[in-house]
């Protein structure tokens, strides 16, 4: 049944119902909206199409094989909608979803886990499983990764010849008092006239130590006549424009969607080919990544699509804080602002952006300078995700990856629902309503319209279409959208069910 994979833990029994109402019954000034048969019972009804025995609901559940047109007496829901009328049933169809995951392959995904194993290997050995599992089918997955890089340029220079025109070979270099060396060099530098906190300062190589205690790192920089401990090595060169901060090139896939599970040997086959280098231009990837997720929704308006970001760092190149020119946003402030713009959050159709970010322990330090804990979580915000999902590498690292997913599941689209296409006559919009009932109340009730999100009342919630039906706009809406606080009372109550009514008077 597909709607289990769309539901929150909490939500048992969501049951979505669509009573289509007979050409009769569409003129009738009112009408009681009808309910559908007892869990288990099949129901006799009272027309043709009736279905009879066991087989009917199960557990409050429809099945998205359930026949689609029954019909049935007037019974529970009497009491929501005025009036009478005769109804069918048509199976509930959750809004199908898409997405398209964007994975840093950075070369720092080879830092290793609590068991000595590279978090590349674990998000890989999660994300298959994640393809592979049965709560998976019926959704449509696109992967790209970041950052992709140019053919034929090295990953390591010594001078800008040996990046054949893709230069220049950058040095990772900072600032020492001539004749000294340095374990915490503060100022990084491209040459002299850069070191201008000290006087007299000269612009050298960083060289890479060991780890000190706790989560200490250690650099060190030496001018000549001086030199750094026996176990620092200076970093190589890395060729600038090795790294494509191309926008066009991120919203080309380099697994085109699919739907589980038939997509899955092909995405699977693409992560274990696939190996991780370069660095994180997360900027350019992410708008990329929005950019295919809008021409999908355009596409296919009758889906969700939504951004997953996969990552283990912040936006920077090989100098950090100096990215290639044109690898924008770079800001963290900025990618929370073009995710939650006209190309993500705000835009029509809507892109919500998830973000799991994996890390070690000591980058989830609170007095971690970076904080990357609070700027993932801010870029979740801005996505409409509410929170970032923060992997750490002390820990099951599959697992965790794992139950990541299956958030994303849950949140999407648990309480959007696809309007049905095949009711005979058309729909009139507005004759549709949303049906709520639980084991707690005594008999069903109609959450109200509020004809857009902005409309939506944080302590009455609501619902309203993806696209607005009526005058000036005369949209051509393909989803019912429930306000948060209506989606959280669904996800609330015990034995919710949720309904959708046709041919009944909307409840404003």
Not at 3 to 8: I, T
Not at 160 to 174: I, M
Not at 238 to 251: E, I
Not at 350 to 363: A, H, K, L, R
Request: with cysteine; aromatic share 6%.
């Amino acid at each position: 049944m597909v709607l289990r994979r769309a539901c929150s833990s909490e939500l048992t029994a969501l049951a979505l119902t669509v009573l289509a109402a007979t050409a009769a019954a569409a003129s009738t000034a009112g009408c009681k909206a009808i309910p559908p048969p007892e869990a288990g019972s099949g129901g006799s009804g009272t027309g043709s199409g009736g279905s009879s025995g066991t087989g009917g609901v199960d557990g409050g559940v429809v099945p998205m094989d359930a026949p689609s047109q029954e019909k049935f007496s007037a019974g529970d829901m009497s009491m929501a909608l005025d009036g009478a009328c005769s109804a069918v049933t048509s199976s509930a169809k959750l809004v199908p979803l898409d997405l398209y995951v964007i994975m840093d392959s950075s070369k720092s995904m080879l830092d290793t886990d609590a068991n000595n194993v590279d978090k590349w290997t674990d998000l890989r050995n999660a994300m298959s499983s994640f393809f592979n599992d049965a709560n998976s089918a019926g959704f449509s997955v696109a992967l790209k990764y970041f950052p992709d890089e140019q053919d034929g340029v090295p990953e390591t220079c010594a001078n800008d010849p040996d990046c054949g025109g893709k230069g220049p070979c950058e040095q990772r270099k900072a600032c020492v008092a001539q004749g000294k060396f340095s374990m915490s060099p503060s100022q990084l530098c491209k040459g002299n006239a850069d070191c201008t906190d000290e006087p007299g300062s000269v612009c050298v190589p960083v060289q890479h130590c060991k780890m000190g205690e706790g989560c200490m790192a250690r650099n060190c920089v030496a001018d000549m006549g001086a030199s750094c401990p026996s176990d620092c090595q200076a970093f190589t060169g890395y060729c600038q424009g090795r790294d494509t901060c191309d926008v066009d090139t991120y919203a080309t896939p380099s697994v085109a969607f699919g739907e589980l599970p038939g997509a899955a040997n092909d995405l699977i086959a693409s992560l274990k080919n696939h190996a991780p280098s370069g660095y994180t231009p997360t900027g350019p990837a992410l708008t990329g990544a929005l950019k295919a997720a809008r021409a999908r929704a355009v596409d296919k308006p009758d889906h969700k699509v939504a951004v997953v970001l996969v990552t283990d760092g912040l936006p920077g190149g090989f100098i950090p804080g100096m990215p290639p020119p044109g690898c924008t946003p770079t800001d963290p402030a900025e990618v929370a602002s073009l995710l939650s713009g006209k190309m993500g959050l705000a835009g029509t159709p809507s892109v919500p952006t998830f973000v799991i970010g994996i890390f070690g322990p000591c980058d989830l330090q609170q007095g971690n300078t970076q904080m990357p804990k609070e700027k993932l979580t801010s870029w979740a915000a801005a996505g409409g995700t509410m929170s970032a999902v923060l992997v750490d590498t002390s820990l099951d690292v599959t697992k965790q990856i794992q139950d990541a997913f299956k958030s994303v599941q849950s949140k999407v689209i648990s309480c959007q629902y696809a309007i049905p296409k095949d009711v005979v006559g058309g729909i009139d919009f507005k004759e549709v309503n949303v049906v709520f009932s639980s084991d707690a109340m005594m008999t069903s009730l109609p959450v109200h319209y509020v004809q857009k999100k902005d409309n939506c009342d944080p302590n009455t919630g609501g619902w309203y279409y993806d696209a607005d039906p009526d005058p000036p706009t005369n949209g051509n809406p393909t989803q019912i959208i429930a306000c948060d606080k209506s989606c959280n009372d669904f996800k609330a109550a015990m034995g919710a069910k949720v309904e959708i009514a046709l041919g009944c008077a909307r409840v404003n």
